[in-house]
């Protein structure tokens, strides 16, 4: 009957929300950084060091990857499986697109507070370090993606010689990292403008809102290619609002469309002019391949 038809779509949409909504947790850094890097082999791009993710794949089990997502996404050969593991394990071409436009556009990160939403890898939070940005935030769905490869990115890439980190010209001129990183010292200063979060984002927002150590708004969010799910609009959209600051900018990269997904630039501007709560403007079109954009999202004056 209809009414059955009816409660039986309710109960299903019920179940896909409930699916997504994964509990919130700040991560610790751990106090001997050396056991961050333990095991991990890392390769280099555009200067920046990053997790071997086929190393991740052979090593990561066990209590290490709770979560089971890199057995998961290995045997399922996908790189989202809704609702268990959001991609973070790959760094995608939009983050990319993204660092070069903080390039060309001259994006100050000095003295920001900045949110690196959907982080994976974390490079576009690790510039923004490397910008001498005051706080750094880095947020990924997963848990295992935050302490297995967030985190030791993030580690490797403050470990000058026992200095800070420099700017992104000291970075250009010096000598590619090896693939064994050496012993982690002098980071520690660096480490402490971070924060590390996994969880789901309405989750995540209310966690760093109702804390003891509630954080500051943010100056700049940044993300990449988080909205490939139509499902996830809402939630994205209210944690931008309740966590950007109100004269802060949101830099987002993304396909034009997502096929068989269903997401895509046109489609999240849509939802976003009809919130009426922020204007957007498309910043940067990438024609190569599938068509990029990077989106720039702000409050209205009025809100």
């Known amino acids: 009957s209809p009414k059955l038809a009816a409660a039986k779509h309710q109960d299903e949409a019920a179940a896909k929300k409930n699916?997504?909504?994964?509990?919130?947790?700040e991560h610790s850094i751990p106090q001997d950084l050396n056991?961050?890097?333990?095991?991990?082999?890392?390769?280099?791009?555009l200067g920046l060091s990053y997790v071997k993710l086929s190393v991740v794949e052979m090593t990561c089990s066990g209590d290490a990857d709770s979560e089971g997502i890199v057995s998961?996404?290995?045997?399922?050969h996908s790189d989202l499986i809704p609702g268990v593991y959001e991609g973070g394990l790959k760094i995608w071409e939009?983050?990319?697109?993204?660092?070069?436009?903080?390039?060309?556009?001259e994006i100050d990160f000095t003295n920001k507070t900045v949110l690196d939403l959907g982080c994976g890898a974390g490079l576009l939070g690790i510039v923004a370090l490397q910008?001498?940005?005051?706080?750094v935030h880095f947020q990924d769905y997963n848990s295992t993606v935050i302490d297995e490869i967030t985190l030791p990115n993030v580690?490797?890439?403050c470990v000058s010689k026992g200095r800070r980190m420099g700017s992104g010209k000291d970075r250009?001129?010096?000598?590619?990292p090896s693939k064994r990183p050496r012993k982690a010292k002098g980071s520690p200063d660096v480490l402490n403008r971070c924060r590390f979060f996994s969880g789901e984002w309405s989750q995540v927002s209310q966690l760093l809102s109702n804390s003891n150590n509630p954080c500051l708004k943010y100056d700049i969010i940044l993300t990449s290619e988080t909205i490939y799910n139509p499902d996830y609009y809402s939630a994205l959209h209210d944690t931008l609002a309740q966590l950007l600051d109100r004269n802060g900018h949101v830099y987002l990269a993304s396909k034009v469309h997502y096929f068989g997904v269903g997401g895509g630039v046109y489609l999240f501007e849509k939802f976003i002019e009809d919130k009426n709560m922020f204007r957007t403007s498309m910043v940067k079109t990438i024609d190569q391949g599938l068509q990029r954009c990077i989106m720039e999202i702000a409050f209205k004056k009025s809100c």
């Open 19 to 25: 699916l997504y909504v994964k509990a919130a947790k």
């Open 72 to 76: 998961k996404s290995v045997s399922s």
């Open 131 to 135: 910008g001498e940005a005051a706080r």
């Open 172 to 176: 250009k001129a010096s000598k590619p």
């Open 35 to 45: 056991k961050v890097l333990e095991n991990k082999v890392m390769e280099t791009v």
């Open 155 to 157: 580690v490797a890439n």
């Open 94 to 105: 939009c983050t990319f697109d993204l660092m070069d436009y903080f390039s060309e556009a």
